[in-house]
């Protein structure tokens, strides 16, 4: 009898591990967002006939159980240690790198995206009839290559300026790739948990531009530097590698009196003295420090800098180099196409600029449509 119960023990105990993860699923609190992960998770399934029937409600049920099973962040890690421990890092879309680099896998190359983006660009500046350039952003794992794991894939970087360079026929192209590969040997250039450009790194970024028009940046000792820890950015957010240790970020304030008002559709207009919002430092992602994070519309304005005045069409990896370049121009607008929806040309008509800057991370470039929306 004793042998006989002891060989069903197992399953009568993966059988009541299942019923209780079954009772806390449906009985439990549902979570709306994950932290660690920077997303929405999925809902209790709404079940209707129609949703039955057109497998909806499934398919609803599938991402809620998988979004609120309880424990996930641990199911999360141990799965993506799993994954290191058994060999396949260089295979996943975030690598486990050397010296606690956290970094996103070379992306498809969609040529037709990049073409038409970059073209959209070009046809941009020749309308407006005033001096453009792009700034591409070299993807981490370009700039990061001697940390990477063996076997990781290539990364197009190279490619991709020389593609720009063959398209563009308005807009002059930057090419900041030296520079900042320069700059990995005097300093973190890169964050480790987060795809974007450290403090430091953007410093390069805007010495480069500015350069490019033949002009001077102060010295790293013009600006005060805080430094904040804990920073976890969003590659750790989608690597499950909840054991890396945090980056720290670094505000560089050159003291200028600034003003920077945020716009969004369907919201008023919100304006502030500071280009950096501590609020955000309380939390896991501490990057929307730089301009309080995505805006459709930032317009910052610094009487007592010398330069005219600025259109940056960006996306995020703008945010912090718009800081430094906050201290050389009187008025900035920097445009995400993500949010904004307004006819640019219109705007620019109203607010004229002397000149215009295309930010882009080259991982945006090769994957986001929103390019459309540049009329």
Not at 96 to 109: E, Q, R, S, T, V
Not at 311 to 338: E, K, M, N, P
Not at 341 to 349: I, N, Y
Request: charged share 20%; proline share 4%; hydrophobic share 35%.
């Amino acid at each position: 009898m004793t042998k006989k119960l002891h060989s069903f023990l197992p399953a009568l105990v993966f059988l009541v591990f299942l019923f209780g993860m079954a009772i806390a699923l449906f009985a439990g609190p549902v979570r709306d967002y994950s932290e660690n992960e920077k997303r929405h998770l999925a809902g209790r399934p709404e079940v209707t006939a129609q949703k039955l029937l057109d497998g909806k409600t499934q398919e609803e049920l599938e991402s809620f159980t998988s979004d609120q099973v309880p424990g996930r962040d641990l199911f999360v890690g141990i799965d993506a240690y799993w994954t290191l421990a058994t060999g396949r890092n260089a295979a996943e879309d975030i690598y486990h790198a050397k010296d606690g680099y956290l970094i996103n896998a070379p992306k498809p190359f969609d040529e037709g995206i990049f073409t038409a983006n970059l073209t959209r660009f070009d046809e941009f500046t020749r309308t407006l009839g005033v001096p453009g350039d792009l700034v591409m952003v070299p993807s981490t794992g370009y700039l990061m290559e001697d940390v990477l794991p063996a076997g990781h894939g290539t990364y197009d970087d190279d490619l991709l300026y020389e593609k720009a360079a063959g398209l563009l026929r308005t807009t002059r192209l930057i090419d900041v790739r030296q520079t900042l590969k320069d700059g990995v040997q005097q300093g973190q250039v890169c964050y480790r948990t987060d795809h974007h450009l450290t403090s430091f790194g953007n410093y390069l970024l805007y010495r480069a531009y500015q350069a490019a028009q033949g002009l001077s940046v102060p010295d790293e000792s013009a600006y005060a530097v805080t430094s904040y820890d804990g920073f976890y950015g969003t590659t750790w957010s989608g690597s499950g590698y909840w054991l890396t240790k945090p980056d720290h970020v670094e505000t560089w304030d050159r003291g200028q009196p600034v003003t920077v008002t945020l716009s969004d559709a369907g919201q008023e207009d919100a304006t502030y003295d500071s280009l950096f919002f501590p609020s955000h430092l309380d939390a896991l992602d501490k990057y929307p420090v730089f301009l309080d994070g995505n805006h459709a519309l930032v317009t910052i304005r610094n009487e007592s800098a010398t330069g005219g005045s600025l259109l940056v069409v960006r996306d995020s990896y703008a945010h912090c180099l718009a800081t430094f370049l906050a201290g050389d121009y009187q008025t900035i607008y920097l445009v995400d196409f993500r949010y904004y929806r307004d006819t640019l040309s219109q705007f620019v008509a109203e607010h004229p600029v002397d000149r215009v800057l295309y930010l882009y991370g080259v991982d945006n470039l090769v994957s986001d449509t929103n390019s459309a929306w540049l009329k």
